[in-house]
């Protein structure tokens, strides 16, 4: 590839900045990492890149321990530091105005006073990748400061996070009986999520014919994780009794079901289908006279 695209083009990564700390027989010391991350729930294990020339790897390797301190957004100056001067240099924990040190609960390390996170780490893998060795770190004391937000690193400046964006969904109101139906099914599930077919004549969606008008639906399922949609709705329209043709290109709607107070967060993955004859336990229903069929198309 060409280096100089390369060099302009990774500038646009986006990411947080984490100040390495440990301790070692030539002393404490802290760098900034850019490449710092959660790698593992349980066990909590997180990896940092670290040049092979750093001292910080030298003491990692040493003592098998180290702090992950990730920068507040007020930090810019002690990140500066971190990352501006080796060991080799200067005693960096030393410098009076950069860093306030925090008392390790676990480890015998170093930690930074005012970072969003500090956790404690015992080292599990170190490994050559590239220009960099990647160490991991088991966690074995962690701790946040929720009133704290964190320094972001963009194109070789320091930025702070935004307002939030809020994910697109489609509002659409609907009765009480549909919604408390949807809310069975999801089960308290943050989203649920569904998988159905979009079968239209006209200005008309089939639907399964209910004794209550209002629970009127396309046909739709709820699929097991892990198995495949467009197969599992075919199986489940054919125990229907509907045999149809189904375009195999999904599309998805984001809803967000409104009754009263009450909100419901469902996602359908709709496939089209086209159908000759139908079932007695089927119908055609207007898609204007019903918010959900109109929301669905």
């Keep these: 590839m060409d280096r100089e695209i ?5 500038r646009y990564f986006m990411t947080s900045v984490s100040m390495i700390t440990s301790n ?13 991350m959660q790698i593992s729930y349980e066990p909590m294990l997180i990896a940092v890149f670290i040049h092979e020339s750093s001292s910080t790897l030298k003491n990692i390797l040493e003592t ?9 957004e007020d930090q810019t100056n002690s990140v500066n530091i971190a990352g501006g001067y080796s060991r080799k240099e200067i005693a960096k924990l030393d410098i009076s105005n950069a860093f306030k040190l925090l008392k390790a609960k ?21 490994k050559k990748i590239g220009d960099h060795v990647i160490i991991v770190g088991q966690v074995v004391y962690i701790r946040h400061d929720a009133s704290k937000k964190p320094l972001v690193y963009h194109r070789g400046k320091y930025f702070r ?20 139906l949807f809310s069975k099914c999801a089960n308290g599930k943050f989203v649920f999520k569904c998988v159905g077919a979009l079968i239209k004549s006209k200005n008309t969606l089939l639907v399964i014919r ?8 396309i046909p739709y399922f709820e699929p097991t994780r892990g198995h495949d949609y467009y197969d599992s709705l075919k199986r489940h329209l054919k125990k229907s009794g509907l045999l149809l043709t189904l375009k195999p290109k999904p599309f998805l ?31 055609w229903k207007l898609i204007k006279q019903n918010s959900l069929l109109r929301a669905l198309i």
Excluded at 106 to 126: D, F, Q, T
Excluded at 164 to 180: H, M, T, Y
């Design 6 to 10: 390369t060099e302009k083009s990774q």
């Design 64 to 72: 098998k321990q180290f702090g992950v301190n990730v920068a507040s």
């Design 161 to 180: 996070i935004g307002s939030p964006i809020d994910s697109f969904r489609q509002e659409v109101k609907i009765n009480s009986d549909l919604f408390d």
């Design 253 to 283: 709607k984001r809803l967000i079901f409104k009754n009263d107070q009450r909100i419901q967060r469902v996602n359908f993955i709709l496939f089209h289908g086209a159908i000759k004859k139908i079932p007695s336990n089927f119908k």
């Design 24 to 36: 070692g027989s030539k002393g404490q010391n802290v760098m900034a990492a850019e490449w710092t």
């Design 210 to 217: 209910d004794t209550e008008p209002s629970l009127e639906i």
């Design 106 to 126: 676990k480890l015998n390390i170093p930690l930074i006073r005012g970072c969003i996170i500090n956790a404690e780490c015992r080292l599990v893998l170190s």
